[in-house]
């Protein structure tokens, strides 16, 4: 595996890109914060001269495969030694192939997940009829949107009640920055809300997408979406890609317009962790 250096970054933009369904966290690291940027998410990659797939992992520790074909897993244990791991996100096979590969499968996690990987293109939504409408994070309230998201955290990421409420802060002022989360309300009541977790180009990858328990079952999860995928549509985005949490959250997709294109898997280690 030869280390990528700045000189590559046009062709690992190019790699990632062309398996896009599989790639939107790297890419989107990439175009964000840089190859060995100083931000946390920014990434470091190792390119495979035999497959031209890579091996990315950003400063925070999150391990990005993106080598399909690739055989000799072993091979990147090397690379990962001395790093604080937080986890590994990817296509299904290559995550549990490497986690094995490097004696990590085993560890405690607070999300273990081999996922639904779902595609559409968003020429093929169609209209809707429903009720309410779009607004952005920014002019909800505050403190309910913490809490919906502090749920997100326990009920679907498996995160620490300890950690969970300071995470979910972060994380909607992050989306409040980037504008890319919406709140579905009903006669002025917040109902959903709903989210991008990566846009690269004309390709969206949906995440975030919560009811609060007390509201499910009425359609409301399905109906924030839809808005804000005709949303993007309007924008100019042509493909939208995401992971289903849930059977009952695929199901939902499935009637927006979503298909199932393959699996994807999250592991979320519950404490950083090094390769012995």
Same mark, same amino acid.
């Given at each position: 595996?030869?280390? +990528? @250096? ?29 190859? %060995? $940027? ?5 990434? #470091? /990659?190792?390119? %495979?001269?035999? @497959? ?53 499968? %085993?560890?405690?996690?607070?999300? %273990?997940? &081999?996922?639904?990987? =779902?595609? =559409? ?16 994070? +920014?002019?909800? #309230? ?14 679907? =990421?498996? @995160? ?33 809300? @709903? ?6 180009? &004309? ?5 975030? /997408? ?11 999860? $399905? ?42 898997? =999250? ?10």
């Amino acid at each position: 595996m030869q280390r +990528a @250096t700045q000189a590559d970054a046009a062709a690992i933009d190019g790699f990632l890109a062309s398996h896009i369904e599989t790639s939107m966290f790297p890419l989107s690291n990439l175009r964000t914060h840089g190859l %060995d $940027g100083a931000h946390p998410r920014a990434i #470091s /990659v190792w390119i %495979d001269p035999e @497959t031209g797939g890579m091996l990315a992992v950003t400063r925070e520790g999150m391990i990005l495969p993106q080598l399909p074909g690739f055989k000799d897993w072993a091979r990147l244990k090397p690379l990962l030694l001395d790093r604080s791991l937080i986890g590994c996100l990817g296509e299904t096979d290559q995550v549990r192939a490497l986690l094995m590969a490097c004696g990590l499968q %085993d560890r405690q996690m607070n999300n %273990d997940s &081999d996922e639904p990987l =779902m595609r =559409m293109d968003l020429d093929d939504l169609t209209e809707q009829e429903g009720e309410g409408r779009l607004l952005p994070l +920014a002019v909800a #309230s505050r403190e309910l949107i913490e809490s919906w998201r502090t749920a997100y955290h326990l009920e679907v =990421m498996g @995160t620490p009640a300890d950690q969970a409420e300071a995470l979910a802060r972060r994380d909607i002022e992050s989306y409040i920055s980037a504008d890319t989360h919406r709140v579905l309300v009903i006669e002025d009541v917040p109902v959903a809300m @709903t989210g991008f977790n990566a846009v690269c180009g &004309d390709v969206i990858q949906i995440g975030g /997408v919560y009811t609060p328990p007390e509201l499910r079952q009425r359609g409301y999860a $399905g109906r924030a979406l839809h808005l804000h995928l005709a949303e993007a549509a309007r924008s100019g985005k042509a493909r939208a890609i995401l992971f289903a949490a849930s059977e009952a959250a695929a199901g939902v997709y499935r009637r927006t317009g979503f298909e199932i294109i393959g699996s994807y898997s =999250m592991c979320l280690f519950r404490d950083p962790e090094r390769i012995g």
